[in-house]
């Protein structure tokens, strides 16, 4: 009985692992958006952006779709007005910067499905 526990409990492994791999990738890219944005948008769920003019990114899906940012972000955001510093991530940087955003996005954008962990 104790072998067949044991069994189980080894074969769920891989699966529990691929489970906490999209939270670990969504928990980078809310690091990277606090690093690298927060200083003028609301990155969060809520509250407000500390510059009036930049939106708060729970609202993004409002003006485009969220994915839509993947290229922009692996190439290099470039905005009109000269505050925002052109950045560009690695691949997988974009997927986690992807999935955060998505998982703020407001509660009316809550159906939008998530990328998968893998942009390649």
């Given at each position: 009985?104790?072998?067949?526990?044991?069994?189980?409990?080894?074969?769920?492994?891989p699966?529990?692992?691929?489970?906490?791999?999209?939270?670990?990738?969504?928990?980078r890219?809310?690091?990277?958006?606090?690093?690298?944005?927060?200083?003028?948008?609301?990155?969060g769920?809520?509250?407000?952006?500390?510059?009036?003019?930049?939106?708060?990114?729970?609202?993004?899906h409002k003006r485009?779709?969220?994915?839509n940012?993947?290229?922009a972000?692996?190439?290099g955001i470039?905005?009109g007005h000269p505050?925002?510093?052109?950045?560009?991530?690695?691949p997988?940087?974009?997927?986690?910067?992807?999935?955060?955003?998505?998982?703020?996005q407001a509660?009316?954008a809550?159906?939008?499905?998530?990328p998968?962990?893998?942009l390649?």
């Amino acid at each position: 009985m104790r072998a067949a526990v044991l069994a189980l409990a080894l074969l769920s492994l891989p699966a529990l692992a691929a489970a906490a791999e999209p939270d670990a990738s969504r928990e980078r890219g809310r690091t990277l958006v606090q690093r690298h944005c927060a200083g003028c948008h609301a990155v969060g769920p809520q509250g407000r952006s500390p510059n009036p003019a930049a939106p708060p990114f729970r609202e993004l899906h409002k003006r485009y779709p969220v994915e839509n940012l993947a290229e922009a972000l692996a190439e290099g955001i470039i905005v009109g007005h000269p505050a925002m510093p052109e950045m560009r991530f690695p691949p997988a940087d974009v997927n986690a910067v992807i999935r955060y955003l998505k998982s703020v996005q407001a509660k009316q954008a809550a159906s939008l499905e998530l990328p998968p962990d893998d942009l390649r």
